[in-house]
């Protein structure tokens, strides 16, 4: 009878077993006092429940991470913990009231990586075929929460998203900015016999430089999302897709090429939405943005009257993007971000004498900047 060979077992020094068996008498006591955390977190929703305010608070949560950070002595660093406190909140939050987000599917979209990010890993995701279906679902009550790409630093704003602001019951209360890194993926590791790259119209866009030089004769085509061509990218050797390493492991994928993107800083600003009645307009933090939609009649120096109340009254404008009405005649709707919470007598004072002036007007939302 054959012995099966003898495996080396590596050789622990006394001073390493010593340290490992410190490291899971604290792992026993963090969990003891997580539970604790979690017990007490029950007892929040119940009362939360009985007064019927809001269960998901975003300002509380920043509060909560602001103190955490002022009082981490080190050595970890003030990012890495403020991870691991989100995520120890949204479980917490879970056992409360478990959150629905309404985001851009398939898994593994720099959208669903965004709503992770700001609700943590406990939240419930809903996976959307479009940013139109996150209104849709947040509007209809399908989903507590939406999170919708509003802008990139290298293509602009994402206009279908600013269009259905336009007449969506709901209001912005929250924003994350992601840097965005491009990756190609393909089944197989290497940029031989690759016919057609898929990805978002942006995704292809923020690429191009890269696409052109590397895959010139290779078709670039749209689709839905970045997630959704790694999807279908999985299913056929000769097609590639754009999309984050998320979504390589979603979908069993080769990187072949990382962060291929023209800018090497390219971010995307995603606006977290809700209905009014889920979450009211968050209270000042320390750097706030105000979003509005406004038309203004069209007659000469109309534009020019629009801004002489935010320079009157010291409000910085951060952002000013037209849309066509639709309405056939060049008419034009304007959004515009600016500087501060009406809270503040300034920032009040400018919006009042602004509404004057306009033909449509609307508030899209107030919400602490993303750091």
């Not at 002022?70 to 478990?98: D, Y």
């Not at 602009?156 to 929250?174: E, K, N």
């Amino acid at each position: 009878m054959t012995q099966a060979p003898l495996m080396n077992t590596p050789h622990t020094s006394p001073d390493l077993s010593s340290l490992r068996v410190q490291i899971d008498n604290i792992d026993q006591q963090l969990l003891t006092l997580l539970n604790q955390r979690a017990l007490v977190a029950e007892r929040v929703g119940e009362v939360k429940k009985r007064e019927g305010t809001p269960f998901f608070r975003p300002d509380r949560v920043a509060q909560v991470i602001e103190k955490i950070q002022t009082a981490n002595p080190g050595p970890l660093k003030n990012a890495h913990v403020t991870a691991i406190w989100r995520e120890i909140m949204s479980a917490c939050l879970a056992l409360e009231s478990p959150q629905r987000v309404a985001v851009l599917g398939p898994e593994g979209t720099f959208c669903e990586q965004a709503a992770v990010e700001y609700f943590g890993g406990a939240a419930d995701l809903m996976y959307c075929a479009n940013f139109d279906e996150v209104f849709h679902a947040t509007a209809a009550g399908s989903a507590q929460f939406g999170v919708v790409g509003v802008e990139n630093s290298t293509e602009g704003v994402v206009t279908r998203s600013l269009d259905m602001f336009l007449h969506t019951p709901c209001h912005v209360v929250g924003e994350v900015s992601l840097l965005i890194r491009h990756n190609l993926l393909r089944q197989t590791n290497t940029l031989d016999g690759i016919e057609a790259v898929l990805a978002h119209p942006q995704a292809l866009a923020q690429c191009q430089a890269w696409l052109s030089k590397h895959l010139p004769h290779a078709e670039r085509r749209p689709v839905s999302s970045n997630a959704e061509g790694a999807r279908l990218a999985a299913t056929n050797p000769a097609w590639a897709a754009l999309s984050s390493e998320r979504a390589a492991q979603q979908f069993g994928l080769h990187i072949v090429s990382h962060a291929i993107q023209d800018d090497a800083y390219n971010r995307t600003r995603f606006a977290i939405i809700c209905l009014p009645h889920t979450l009211q307009t968050p209270p000042p933090s320390s750097k706030d943005c105000t979003s509005l939609i406004v038309s203004v009649p069209n007659h000469p120096g109309a534009v020019h009257d629009l801004l002489v109340p935010l320079k009157h009254h010291g409000v910085s404008m951060t952002r000013f993007e037209s849309r066509p009405a639709r309405t056939g005649q060049w008419e034009y709707y304007f959004y515009i971000d600016i500087d501060g919470h009406p809270s503040q007598a300034h920032v009040s004072a400018a919006l009042t004498e602004l509404r004057a002036l306009c033909a449509f007007y609307k508030v899209l939302g107030t919400y602490p900047v993303a750091p």
